[in-house]
């Protein structure tokens, strides 16, 4: 069994800082590709952030470049998502999502093609 721990949420004012973590327990995490998405009230959930599992190759949605960085641990199983500048505009339930995958170079922006998520945890850019 797969499980995803995301923790490093919270209330931060705008322009602030704020780093997500997510743990990954079972399964290979070097297998996986990993992702983050948010999802704010009455919107669906989008994509933030992919990094493809072997080659670390990253990806962003436009209006997280050069605020956000994804990187991963593959010696501690973890993702993080470094979010700087945060706007008012970021605030929403970040999950972290893992799917297993054979290229080293596939990543999706789709969370229909992730397997496994995390619980998810608030972050809000106060104004």
């Known amino acids: 069994q797969v499980q995803l721990v995301e923790s490093g949420g919270g209330l931060v004012q705008a322009g602030g800082s704020l780093r997500l973590s997510c743990a990954v327990f079972?399964?290979?995490?070097?297998?996986?590709?990993m992702g983050w998405f948010r999802q704010a009230p009455g919107k669906e959930r989008e994509f933030v952030a992919a990094i493809t599992r072997s080659t670390s190759r990253t990806y962003y949605i436009d209006s997280a470049k050069g605020r956000f960085t994804i990187s991963r641990d593959n010696a501690k199983n973890t993702v993080y998502l470094q979010m700087n500048n945060l706007r008012p505009a970021d605030t929403a339930v970040y999950y972290c999502?893992?799917?297993?995958?054979?290229?080293?170079?596939?990543?999706?922006?789709?969370?229909?093609?992730?397997?496994?998520w995390g619980q998810g945890t608030q972050v809000t850019g106060s104004s």
């Open positions: 999502a893992a799917d297993p995958v054979y290229r080293p170079t596939f990543y999706s922006r789709a969370p229909n093609d992730y397997r496994y």
């Open positions: 079972g399964g290979t995490f070097s297998s996986y590709v």
